[in-house]
């Protein structure tokens, strides 16, 4: 358990803030995060949730040509899912 918390606590480190793009479709799931990203400093990170299977695949390429990290992508049920990324 004390390995689960630390695991947590290291994944969820400097998040901002949390943005939920449910129901949001390409290209606005990516134009969002972005906007989210341009808010925060360099080495915070932002939580997005999304339920777009295709942003799934886009969001993370292009937010790594934009030169931030991709810390996570974790399922939540079968459609909705979050990025935790770092600028």
């Known amino acids: 358990k004390c390995k689960k918390k630390h695991w947590y606590r290291i994944m969820n480190k400097n998040i901002i803030k949390e943005i939920d793009l449910l129901n949001e479709i390409c ?3 990516f134009v969002k995060t ?3 990203l341009e808010k925060i400093n360099k080495g915070e990170r ?3 949730i999304y339920n777009s299977q ?3 695949t886009n969001v993370p390429k292009s ?3 934009m030169n ?3 810390i996570s992508i974790t ?4 459609e909705k899912f979050y ?3 770092q600028k």
Do not use: C
């Open 34 to 36: 972005k906007l989210a």
């Open 75 to 78: 399922d939540l049920d079968k």
């Open 83 to 85: 990025i935790i990324i």
């Open 46 to 48: 932002i939580k997005v």
């Open 63 to 65: 937010v790594i040509e």
């Open 68 to 70: 931030h990290k991709i």
């Open 27 to 29: 290209p606005m799931t």
């Open 54 to 56: 295709e942003a799934k």
